[in-house]
């Protein structure tokens, strides 16, 4: 076995998008890769805004500044139909400052995305959320203001909102959208000593990331979390020609799936269907068997309900496979 | 404080709606009200099954016979704008048998409901599924006839699969659908040891429940859990004009609301905007403070995505309540 | 054949629910009903409120006080299983005044309806419009106040916003809701000289009817049209063991099929399911090319995507119909 | 006035995607483009189908190989907030036959699309459906092989299926998804002597078309229209700085907007408030009578319920506007 080599990356720019952009990077499968994420807004972890000269930007088209990822990291091995298989093997939190806020065109109580205007009521007022980071409790702390609660103490567990590959079919996606690349998918699930599976759609993988979360609560419901920084260690294997239609993640008790869409219910189905299809391929069920078990013992977490597309996860216990 | 009266009532005849159907017994807030349940298709505790006798039909009528219902119970001092606060006290199972199906035109991955056909593909093939019940161990074994898997063994979790009063509007609901009125929602928190706090629409409130589950999966994707029947113990409280618009649940650990729809998203909606009601209602949040609480530390289960309506399920984490 | 009675029904109490609610006449099938309608708000022909005691209200329940119901009727014939067809002779409007409103709750562009509260930001403004209607120019007139263009005359297309039976499974409805009941479909094919057929649920039943609508937009977007009063003209007959599972319509030009849900796409599926049954049942097509030639040459119309449960229509042309 | 340089396209190669790519050709604002094209499944004007190397293929990439687009035309003028105004001149039928199928996992009766697999259940089986065109009657003929009626003639109403310009925010989205961009509406209105308003989101525009239907029903219920090929001549013009948010469509008797997007609500809401943009911005009417009298006159259309994103057109007769 080949050993690792550990690339340091140290981002110059960022992409908003998803896509084949021109790699930062180019790795071998097995490789491992280290850098220091900016958050949502851009900022690093001494929260200094991003450059206009960081910002990728094909000068002739807007840009949706949400999300700014690191990389692309070009994959030599990955080829469509590969699965990228991402393992999460740190995301070490670098600043003792998150940030959320109420946008006024975005979040589940809006009912509106950037772009698309769906009702002439007055929008959700503004509103920014400091929350401080005690990274050695892992916890973060809000002040409340204007409540009798004066103060919230919640556990952290930092995850990457948004992580994922050159999209199928020649499409480029912004940072702001989940699919079957991954992408913006605000899951939870994407957290430290996880593995993330991904399709590869196009030679090379285009692997990207950023985004990261010290923590949220389901939906991600006002549309933005603990928005922060942290150094993200991650280990890229190609798998070769073990073809998955959806990202699927690991951890110690669960295997997971993931479906992006909307409407909501189709999440629902995607990531069901996904599912069923990897107790049938890999573990030996019966279709009809494997939805049976999976209705009575299976859960879900709805990741997001506020970006262009919603994600939902399916989650399978580990003890219930075959040994 | 007035005794409690403890009420056996053995149903002589069930019903198939929510609504103002001629009660079955009449009790005092505060009383306690005992009953068996037959599990969804009508079999009780020795699986025999319901006699056409005992089904509730005006006989120029069409029956969903599904879920059928013990009572309705009415609360003398039941008034619209009141909540029924039910506090379920125990749920005994009392047959060492469950099942489960897939029917043709009902689940998650089918897409329809009875009268309600949607595609023109050929429906899912029909299965049935028998469910062993150690009711010592409290777990529910499924044999796998063409799996690699050849057993599954899950814990159960009993819990009350339908459960309301009569809706709002002078609406008369299937016992398949669930609504602001509770009813068909699915949920596995209504459970033993949680407080279930219905909106009271009608005069009375019209209490009726069935359809026990021993276990269920997040969404009961295939349409049926592994149901079956028991023996259910519960006390009906009526708290005077606290006006709730949607059923509200609460445990040791959370305080929780219910959102019942279609789409799924409104589900969510439903749901979340009910629960900062709640924190600005009764723990003093400010609304924006609360929503922005919540999106961080709440969390939210699929209920179901099979009945007519579905049903979503918003927790907030007591801990971060005020004293 | 026997010869058709004229009943002239003079409503003393109007209901706001579809449902076997106590009938106001007894007809047989073949008889003709006369009567007046009164508005969406219960307003008369010459604008008079609706007195408190002709409101059918169970004293004990809250009503949903839109759409006030002339009826309902009992069909002797009537069974579930037969279809009643509804030719509606004559839509007399009888009142030079229409009215409209935005409400601050309802309509397409807030996403919300009564006791359903999806979103936190600020609701619509309320407003409300007035329209003269010219009768003998069939016209409906509206002085804009605020607009360079200071006056709007559209011609009028009077239909009944609401007709229909009692639901299936003994389910009750309110006068809001749409479904395979008829209801408050606020489709503008509900005409003069349309038939609507029917679907019986319950023996007798139950037909009622109202909320005249003098014109309407596709959609009824706002949530209301122009809401006014009628005399109304309709012969009742039962087809025998016709069996239909949505209301259905037909004019001189086309046949059609409704279809009621959330979400709106499920309206448009469940329209073309019935669209191709008919093809395939009355008229020998076979089913895929019934459906090919629907997808070639079939309209369809968005009847509302306000109330409860949207509608929309399926349209074929007679003309590629066998002879 | 400059003279308008007539540019006639040959296409060497079809890209499957919207976006930044290698322009075709190069205009000036008020130029015209005649160009033949080929049917969504690449096939030219006497039935020849596309050579491998007419497909442009970053080699790495899987394709979504429907509906070629000629172009993209790039416009000299063109800088995102302009508006580009696409005159349709003509659309003339250049073949004899269309085709239209039923696919296994595509149309509004199965609720799927290409890699997104929602159910569980058996798809449509796949059926191919041959319409002859008659050229000089204007009409398309199926015969029918297992129905009662032998033949249906319908009349022709040529569009461009697809039609648009490189997506907001460096997006790239595949040639069968329509959006902010135009795409893939399949919009019966794209048709000859109508005017398309094209936002423009990058400089250049990057304008292609394709996919020409000879009729196709509302809905576009089975996935597929009446699929052939045409010479199309359009003349181009630069609004400058007018900006709009949504593709807008003119012809002689309606202003309309459209909405693409899922859930298909959001479709009447985004082509709603653009109606009333519109309304507002161009013809002095105050935003709130702009919606009642668009509520009240205004009619739309489902234009597809079957690629990723629906399209519903929104309509407002030119007769209500300030002369």
Chains 1, 2, 3, 4 share one sequence.
Not at 62 to 91: F, H, K, S
């Amino acid at each position: 076995m080949r050993e690792s080599t550990v690339h340091r990356l140290e981002p110059r720019t960022f992409y908003y998008t998803f896509g084949p952009n021109e790699p930062a990077l180019t790795v071998k499968s097995g490789d491992v890769v280290v850098a220091r994420t900016r958050d949502a807004g851009g900022f690093n972890e001494k929260m200094e805004p991003m450059p206009e000269e960081m910002k990728q930007r094909n000068d002739a088209t807007l840009l949706c500044e949400r999300n700014p990822q690191v990389g692309p990291v070009y994959i030599e091995e990955a080829e469509p139909g590969d699965v990228l298989a991402v393992t999460i093997q740190q995301i070490k939190l670098n600043r003792e400052h998150a940030w959320s806020r109420h946008r006024s065109h975005f979040g589940s109580l809006t009912g509106e995305v950037p772009g698309k205007q769906l009702f002439l009521n007055e929008p959700v007022p503004e509103a920014k959320f400091d929350w401080q980071l005690d990274l050695k409790k892992n916890t973060g702390i809000l002040e409340l203001k204007s409540s009798k609660q004066k103060r919230v103490e919640i556990p952290l567990h930092p995850f990457l909102g948004s992580i994922g590959v050159a999209p199928r079919f020649g499409r480029v996606e912004t940072s702001l959208v989940p699919g079957e690349f991954g992408g913006n998918m605000d899951c939870i699930e994407t957290r430290e000593d996880s593995i993330l599976y991904l399709p590869v759609w196009v030679r090379g993988a285009y692997f990207s990331f950023g985004d990261v979360h010290a923590a949220q609560g389901d939906g991600e419901l006002c549309g933005v979390a603990l928005e922060t920084t942290a150094e993200v260690t991650m280990k890229l294997d190609i798998l070769k020609r073990k073809s998955i239609d959806w990202p699927r993640i690991e951890d110690e008790t669960y295997i997971m799936t993931t479906g992006s869409g909307q409407p909501l219910i189709d999440c629902v189905r995607l990531a069901t269907v996904e599912l069923v299809k990897w107790l049938v391929d890999d573990y030996g069920f019966e279709k009809w068997e494997a939805f049976q078990v999976i209705s009575q013992a299976g859960t879900m977490r709805i990741g997001n309900v506020v970006d262009p597309s919603y994600t939902v996860v399916a989650k399978f216990p580990k003890k219930y496979l075959p040994a």
